[in-house]
């Protein structure tokens, strides 16, 4: 008989994970592992840490009810060497597996570390590939193959025809393939928006609310409210309220942002499904379903299938595919450090201030928030595509290598030359004020373009395309904007380099 030893890495909390296949619960080993290397190589929000460790409990817990024997490593367990190494070292010291089962990573670090077990465990290692994404590593490398970029469109659309959502035969429902020009509305004045379903805490989270309280005191955001479900149950819950009361808005106002509102109608799911409570394909399916039944219109249902057979699959096939070198890339040759306000929230620009502040209380901004607010000034300022990656894998509870980078190297930062995405977001103070109401509170003013009162966002945009129109002027997507700094007298460009000059040079640094 062959005993083997299963290890369950804290975003792998699914029963069906590949590691646990055939698993003989009269002989096989569980192992779950708390280690504080992960929760401070880089310094993860404190909603973060407790909602991992608090799911991996449950999961624990789940996995025992079943009569399945799991070697649960607490963080405060005395011996703890506080790596995925030395635990798993530990491990096969404790029990003498024949063989020990992983599932393939979620970040290239733990990739590599994996990949050194190999010659450092005294037993055989098997790693398994990730089967909870549509489409395996292999097959976005084989889509890949001889594209000088990728286009997440193309890719979608594959990803629709394999899994069958939203088609009729071969084509798309409704005769369209992607529905977002009708999903780019601003927030009616005095649109009731739907109660968000948050929750209750039980003896597990408070435990883990201690300990984090205790241990990471010093990392960035509130601990409390802490809202989040903690199991697949749970998950399951706010998944069903998504559908039900947020799925027939979601399209429509996707982009939109309002002072005091975190959530919106966005599904607030990303933490689930990257931890394993949800899969993607049942997430669909349970949208799609919502549109055959009519209680959702199709823009919305498609609209949230995109994000994720689309973008979701995709930057994840990108990161596996391009990785290491695509984390190396500069394309833009930015190098300043990050403004210290993003970490403080201390800014007289009010749309930073709020998502800092949304971001700070509920490890969670939507996306707009993330793209063309914290995203959109990081890229305006010439920020380095490191720091402000090393920000956004911290304070998200949605966030790992795999999906946070290409988003923000490629998608915001524009590092990776155009390989994700054919033109950076980059966007002055007209655009922010168009999707929400950030402006009105706001020390500066959005239709001013120079000057004591203007907003930052626009000089800043006009200085962006100064600074680099020898890699973005010929970019057919950039044509408009580089037709109208054509046009601008020379004075007016000396002026706006100047003032942004000045506004970078005396943006706050981190303390001494
Ligand atoms: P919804 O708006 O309801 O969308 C539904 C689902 O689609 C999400 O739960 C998510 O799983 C998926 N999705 C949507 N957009 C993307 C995308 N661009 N890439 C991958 N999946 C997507 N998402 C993460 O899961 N982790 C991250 O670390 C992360 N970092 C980001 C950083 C930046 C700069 C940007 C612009 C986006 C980032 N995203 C990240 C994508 C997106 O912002 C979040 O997935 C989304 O805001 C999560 O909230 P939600 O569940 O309410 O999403
Ligand atoms: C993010 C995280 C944290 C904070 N803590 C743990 C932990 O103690 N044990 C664990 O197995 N996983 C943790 N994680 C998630 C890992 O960082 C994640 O599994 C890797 O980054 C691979 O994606
Ligand atoms: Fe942001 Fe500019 Fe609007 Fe102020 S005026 S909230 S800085 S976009």
Redesign the pocket.
Known sequence: MTRTLR??????LTRSLSALEGLDPSIDIVL??????????VR?HKQ??AF??SA?RHFADELQAEGISVDYVR?DDPGNTHS?TGEIRRAIARHQPDQVHVTE???W??WEMMQSWREELDCPLTIHPDTRFIASRAEFSLWAQGRKQYRMEYFYREMRRKTGFLMEGDQPVGGQWNFDPDNRKALPKGQTLPQRLRFETDAITRDVLALVEARFADHFGDLKPFGWAVTRAGALEALDHFIRDCLPDFGDFQDAMKTGESFLYHSVISPYLN?GLLEAREVCERAEAAYRAGSAPLNAVEGFIRQVIGWREFVRGLYWHEMPDYAETNHLDATRPLPWFYWSGETSMNCLSECIAVTRRHAYAHHIQRLMVTGNFALLAGVSPREIEEWYLAVYADA???VELPNVHGMVMHADGGLLGSKPYAASGVYINRMSDYCRGCAYDPTIKLGPKACPFNYLYWNFLIENETKLGRNPRMGMPYRTLGNMPPAQRKDISEQAEAFLSALPNAPD
Do not use: C
């Open positions: 290890l369950v890495l804290g975003d792998q779950m592992v708390e280690v504080q290397a992960e929760a401070t190589y993860h973060k840490i991992l460790l991996m963080l995925f990573p979620g970040e670090r733990v931890a790992y290598d795999w």
